[in-house]
């Protein structure tokens, strides 16, 4: 698999952009997993480095285990390693979840809203802050009038709004 970064305009190309820090990454044939990215159920799209493992994840996995019917056992084995060494990343979670029964080796618990950046609200996107000030703060028609007012042009515009 060939991967490049940026974009690419090869229509059997896919690129994926991530939703936190906007690092983008394309590949032919690629899923986000092929190019270290992840995608929740709500089609947000992050690098793996931005997984959120949270304080209930464990409890959370056991009570599906249960719902499926997972054997006690496997189920003690899988809290008990858990504890003894909580994993950090995706790839972690997914060994510990496959070790618990082969099955879950098709189940894509890491979609999990839970632990989406985005969807467990570690972090607001900018579109919610751009909406949230637009609604409560102050209308989006009067900062783009005011930004107008400020810069004459794209690099003064830049400037007064990134500060570079
Ligand atoms: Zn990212
Ligand atoms: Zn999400």
Redesign the pocket.
């Known amino acids: 698999m060939k991967i490049r970064k940026g974009f690419v305009s090869n229509s059997s190309s896919s690129s994926f952009v991530?939703d936190?820090?906007g690092?983008a990454e394309s590949g032919y044939d690629a899923s986000p997993r092929d190019l270290g990215m992840l995608r929740c159920q709500n089609d947000h799209t992050?690098?793996e480095?931005?997984y959120v493992v949270d304080d209930g994840m464990m409890e959370r996995l056991v009570a599906r285990f249960r719902e499926d019917g997972v054997d006690a056992v496997a189920i003690d084995e899988f809290v008990s390693e858990w504890k003894s060494s909580p994993p950090k990343t995706e790839s972690a979670v997914t060994d510990m979840i496959e070790g618990v029964d082969s099955q879950y080796g098709d189940v894509n618990y890491e979609q999990l809203a839970e632990t989406c950046p985005v969807c467990s609200m570690q972090n607001i996107t900018d579109d919610c802050i751009i909406g949230y000030y637009d609604r409560h703060v102050k209308p989006k028609s009067e900062v783009v009038a005011e930004i107008r007012a400020k810069a004459t042009n794209f690099e003064e515009m830049r400037r007064l709004c990134l500060g570079r």
């Open positions: 991530c936190i820090c690092n992050y690098c480095s931005h």
